[in-house]
């Protein structure tokens, strides 16, 4: 079993940055392949970026040059640096947890609980 806690959501002007960070509990952190996803009001939940075990990662278009994920295994933790923020990056951030490199939601089986990030213009 695995729990996600994410942090570092806030309010930010369009043009700025924010750190998201997951922290996860239970054992075999480093065997999990680690996600970023988002949901808009009034929007599905879209992929925005997916990091292997061994450091390599996936980004949606819409973030691709913007946003950076990391792992640190040694601290079960997954960032999200976010730079050059938009209004449209506004969403609730979830990290999730999978056993699989893939960018589709139902491949993953733990989830946090979100964290909202908020970007005016």
């Known amino acids: 079993q695995v729990q996600l806690v994410e942090s570092g959501g806030g309010l930010v002007q369009a043009g700025g940055s924010l750190r998201l960070s997951c922290v996860a509990s239970?054992?075999?952190?480093?065997?999990?392949?680690m996600s970023w996803f988002r949901q808009a009001p009034g929007k599905e939940r879209e992929f925005v970026g997916v990091?292997?075990?061994?450091?390599?990662?996936t980004y949606s278009d819409s973030v691709k040059g913007r946003f950076t994920i990391s792992r640190d295994n040694a601290k079960k933790t997954v960032y999200l640096q976010l730079n050059s923020l938009k209004p449209e990056d506004t969403a609730v951030y979830y990290c999730?947890?999978?056993?699989?490199?893939?960018?589709?939601?139902?491949?993953?089986?733990?989830w946090g609980q979100g964290t909202q990030v908020t970007v005016s213009s």
């Open positions: 999730a947890a999978g056993t699989r490199y893939r960018l589709d939601e139902n491949h993953y089986d733990y």
């Open positions: 990091i292997s075990w061994s450091g390599g990662s």
């Open positions: 239970g054992r075999a952190f480093r065997s999990y392949v």
